[in-house]
């Protein structure tokens, strides 16, 4: 695997974030606990064309029925957790509390609704039904969902503070010291719908989707006393190499010499990737389109043979492809005040 760094310039901001992007098609099947992912033996995942930005995700699908017969199966596609802590700020585009980003999709050029499967978790155990029974929105960015929270009884809300499922956020807004309940709970969402695949015929797919981003005031990678561990995470997670670490020390060096100062924000996408494997064989041709938004941001994500293509974007193209990591991408953006 290899880091990509975008563009010469060293000037870019990077923050440290949450994940925030799409994921792959999967075959699924109705299970007693919700959705399972399944091995298809008969269709193939010909082609796949992705192209990722902060604004918008595309993805374009090409499958191929192998089996003589047609083949009606259930098709999910998973989205990125939404988690809400006290560090990292994500940004989701819409306040649909089940069609977070704007997701639609086209089967052979026809809108194909998805149904959409959701839970509340929170440290392995599904809160999902008692969440729902007290009429909390089980989506955690929502003002409705903190608003609910607010309304429980005394009692509930003491229990869920002292389980850690929320947290009492205080803070003053110009009308003195308020209270308010914050979820801590994890939002698992997938999208699933029926396909049909004729024998011996392909089929496009296209999503299209709005991603929520994961964003940091600050770029962790770029603070002189970042803990080693921490740090090493980061960097292996959106493979930050030698090149990506000395630009961004730079940039510090340029427009935040005085200890604290901040000289990147930082901005993350995530893509689920590997449940592509689940099809027949591997996908045919993979390509990949990054697009950084400026021509003076970096960019890091885990890749190899990328070539640039245009000032902002990068691509890779893969053949018989087995995706066997998720993709996260880092973008670096300059804060010129140097914080």
């Not at 596609?77 to 940004?91: G, K, L, Q, S």
Request: aromatic residues 8%; glycine residues 8%.
């Amino acid at each position: 695997m290899k880091r990509i760094l975008a563009g010469a310039a060293a000037l870019a901001v990077l923050a440290s974030g949450a994940s925030g992007a799409r994921a792959n098609d999967s075959v699924a099947e109705m299970g007693a606990g919700g959705l399972v992912f399944v091995h298809t033996p008969d269709i193939r995942m010909e082609s796949e064309d992705l192209f990722i930005s902060e604004q918008k995700v595309e993805v374009r699908y090409s499958y191929l029925n192998m089996s003589d017969q047609r083949r009606t199966v259930e098709v999910a596609f998973p989205m990125p957790d939404v988690t809400i802590d006290e560090d990292t700020a994500i940004t989701l585009p819409s306040q649909d509390p089940y069609n977070l980003m704007n997701f639609t999709t086209l089967a052979d050029g026809r809108p194909a609704p998805a149904k959409v499967e959701q839970h509340a978790v929170f440290k392995g155990r599904d809160r999902t039904a008692e969440l729902r029974s007290l009429g909390v929105p089980l989506a955690p960015h929502l003002e409705s969902t903190v608003a609910a929270l607010d309304r429980l009884p005394k009692a509930v809300g003491q229990r869920f503070v002292a389980q850690g499922l929320v947290v009492v956020d205080e803070y003053d807004a110009g009308k003195g010291m308020e209270h308010h309940l914050s979820p801590r709970w994890t939002l698992k969402t997938t999208y699933h719908w029926t396909q049909v695949f004729e024998p011996h015929r392909r089929i496009e797919i296209i999503h299209r989707y709005t991603p929520a981003v994961g964003a940091s005031v600050m770029a962790y990678l770029s603070w002189p006393h970042g803990e080693a561990r921490e740090v090493r995470k980061e960097r292996a997670q959106y493979c930050a190499d030698d090149g990506f670490m000395a630009a961004l020390r730079k940039g510090v060096a340029e427009r935040a010499p005085k200890d604290g100062g901040i000289a990147w924000s930082q901005t993350t996408i995530s893509y689920i990737l590997t449940t592509g494997a689940n099809w027949r064989d591997p996908i045919g041709r993979f390509r990949l389109v990054v697009d950084k938004g400026a021509p003076q941001n970096l960019v890091s994500f885990c890749g190899e043979n990328v070539r640039q293509i245009s000032p902002t974007t990068f691509e890779m193209v893969k053949t018989n492809f087995v995706p066997r990591r998720n993709l996260d991408i880092l973008i670096a953006k300059p804060v010129l005040n140097g914080g």
